[in-house]
């Protein structure tokens, strides 16, 4: 008997925890894992070529839609890096927000501090305002530029991101790829 109660306890338990992944993301646990696993394969091919480092492309993926931003050492590199992503089985879109670094200027560890305060800065602000939780919103910042990735509930919620997003000191531009659910 006791066995059985605890069968029905743990069961009740993974039913409580795969809902509470669907409730912070707006994702089902099942969406959450296939779009870690496309981020992971995505990574995998860009090391793979040498094209992407974890410091130079960040890779977010979203309901299978994979965001490639960061920075490539030349012009070629661009497609390339998208077209590895579109290998991927489960990728149903690229969005390919790469920056060549030839047009950029070398960033020194001070650029790379300030990027992650200026990350944390818009993170602190998102949640402060209870716009969204930070599972739902990714915040990436390079050189200043800011990329929001996820899904908001609203077109408003869009817009109001990224306009705390812009309103956070040493920000020069937003790249806005949120979607509404």
């Known amino acids: 008997m006791r066995e059985v109660l605890r069968s029905i306890s743990v069961a009740a338990l993974l039913v409580a925890l795969l809902a509470g992944c669907t409730a912070m993301t707006g994702k089902t646990a099942g969406q959450n894992v296939d ?10 091919k860009l090391a793979a070529e040498k094209l992407g480092t974890v ?14 931003t960061g920075v490539v050492e030349t012009a ?3 497609p390339r890096a998208v077209a590895l992503a579109r290998q991927v089985e489960g990728v149903r879109q690229v969005v390919d927000n790469l920056k060549v670094q030839d ?3 070398a960033r020194t560890p001070g650029q790379t501090i300030d990027d992650a305060s200026i990350t944390a800065a818009v993170k602190t602000k998102l949640a402060a305002e209870k716009l969204a939780t930070l599972t ?4 990436d910042t390079r050189n200043g530029a800011v ?3 996820g899904n908001v509930e609203s077109e408003g919620m869009r817009r109001r ?3 705390i997003a812009s309103g956070v ?13």
């Open 147 to 149: 990329t929001l990735t």
């Open 76 to 78: 070629a590199m661009k």
């Open 103 to 105: 047009t950029m200027q």
């Open 35 to 44: 779009d870690a696993k496309i981020t992971a394969a995505v990574k995998s």
């Open 136 to 139: 739902k919103i990714d915040v």
């Open 55 to 68: 410091t130079r492309i960040d890779v977010d993926t979203n309901l299978g839609t994979v965001y490639l």
């Open 169 to 181: 000191n040493g920000v020069r531009e937003v790249v806005n790829n949120l979607k509404v659910q």
């Open 161 to 163: 991101a990224a306009e």
